[in-house]
């Protein structure tokens, strides 16, 4: 298994809890009953997600048999270079290079690349703030995103976007957005256009779960589906909202069924399988393509790193971390492609060793980006 490198900070070990205290001394209100419900049931069974992970390794087994051998290799390319890139994010935010918030994809490769390399090259995406990976995914160079990271005028938007703004209309990427559930309103928008253009583009759009407690995400899913929007609504559940789990938040966990109350396509996916993720947007691609109809796919996976580079993480367990970290998205891939005879380990060192040269190449280039100019100050701002 590979090693992920977690900051210490970023998970606790159980302890009895102030919540679980109160409860069993029959003193806490209903909700603390709740909350110690959830805090004791966050010890997990590694077995039981060996297992799992055994299962799910046969059915991705199939589906890299029916794949064309050139995209499976870019696949697991990009999904390495996501990983290298954002361990880098991660050692130069700690070195100072980066300001403000940065929120890293570990974990959640596996989406980003099944869903986005399914789509044609003028197919148009739009995210949250966890966007260096799909960034990279949908064209814009390592170079210009860590650039953009850097605060440096070689960024994708010139530095003035930082980590949650990545954009560039050339690759139709359309960000980046620090609000959360935003971006749903302007994806469903875009999908509208697209329509009404005739343009034949499909719209992928991303958010997490936290997002779908906004009023956002139902008055566009109703929309998208009442007015037939060629939109991918892509709910990617880390099970997280920051220090919040879906758990706590969330009244009924199946965030796929939600879509039934506008009569939309629905799909659940294992996030954690590159293949199935695969699949499954090509089903939705084509209800968009052809009939010009929205899908919601909700595709858990987990976030192995905090919320943000500044979370203490003292929300959940090593032991839960470790349970996902079996089903690490990028083992699970190798094996399976290994085990088909697709690739071996001499190809996975190439590849491996391709991605930590395009890392070092997009850290040179962001250190010896300029900053921009003061002349362009007030440049490309609307407000
Ligand atoms: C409208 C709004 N409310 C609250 C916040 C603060 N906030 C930033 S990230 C976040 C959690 C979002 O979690 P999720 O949508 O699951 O995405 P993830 O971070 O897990 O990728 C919150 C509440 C915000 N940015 N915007
Ligand atoms: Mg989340």
């Given at each position: 298994m590979e090693e992920l490198n977690l900051p210490k900070a970023a998970t606790r070990t159980k302890t009895e809890t102030k919540a679980a205290k109160i409860s069993k001394n029959g003193k806490g209100s209903p909700l603390d009953a709740i909350i110690a419900k959830h805090e004791s049931a966050d010890f997990v069974d590694v077995e039981q997600a060996k297992a799992e992970f055994k299962k799910r390794r046969a059915s991705q087994l199939e589906s890299i048999k029916k794949t064309d051998k050139k995209l499976l290799r870019s696949m697991l390319y990009q999904m390495v270079l996501g990983r290298r890139f954002e361990e880098k994010c991660a050692e130069v935010y700690r070195m100072g290079k980066i300001g403000g918030f940065c929120h890293l994809y570990i974990g959640q490769e596996a989406i980003g690349v099944g869903s986005m390399m399914?789509?044609?090259?003028?197919d148009m995406v739009i995210t949250a703030y966890r966007d260096h990976v799909q960034a990279m995914i949908k064209g814009i160079t390592p170079e210009a995103v860590l650039a953009e990271l850097y605060g440096?005028?070689?960024?994708?938007?010139?530095?003035?976007?930082?980590?949650m703004h990545m954009f560039s209309k050339e690759h139709e990427f359309y960000g980046g957005h620090g609000?959360?559930?935003?971006q749903i309103g302007v994806g469903t928008g875009m999908a509208y256009a697209a329509k009404y253009k005739k343009s034949g583009q499909v719209v992928m759009c991303f958010f997490g779960e936290?997002?779908?407690?906004?009023?956002i995400f139902h008055e566009s899913l109703n929309m998208a589906q009442l007015w037939k929007l060629p939109c991918i609504y892509i709910c990617?559940?880390?099970?997280?909202g920051m220090g919040t789990s879906q758990e706590r938040a969330?009244?009924?966990?199946?965030?796929?069924?939600?879509a039934d109350a506008f009569e939309m396509a629905n799909e659940f996916v294992d996030g954690m399988d590159v293949m199935a993720v695969r699949e499954a947007t090509l089903r939705a691609i084509e209800r968009a393509r052809k009939k010009s109809l929205p899908t919601l796919l909700e595709v858990r996976a987990y976030r192995?790193?905090?919320?943000?580079?500044?979370?203490?993480?003292?929300?959940?367990t090593r032991d839960e971390i470790a349970k996902y970290q079996e089903r690490d998205p990028i083992v699970l891939f190798k094996d399976s492609l290994k085990e088909a005879k697709v690739f071996g380990d001499k190809d996975f060192e190439k590849i491996e060793q391709e991605a930590l040269a395009a890392v070092d190449a997009a850290v040179k280039f962001a250190d010896e980006s300029p900053l921009p100019n003061e002349s362009k100050l007030f440049t490309d701002v609307y407000a």
């Open positions: 399914a789509l044609k090259s003028d440096k005028e070689g960024g994708c938007v010139g530095g003035k976007g930082g980590s609000i959360v559930g935003g936290a997002a779908v407690n906004q009023g990617e559940n880390n099970q997280y969330m009244s009924t966990r199946n965030i796929a069924k939600k192995f790193m905090g919320h943000s580079m500044s979370d203490p993480g003292n929300y959940r």
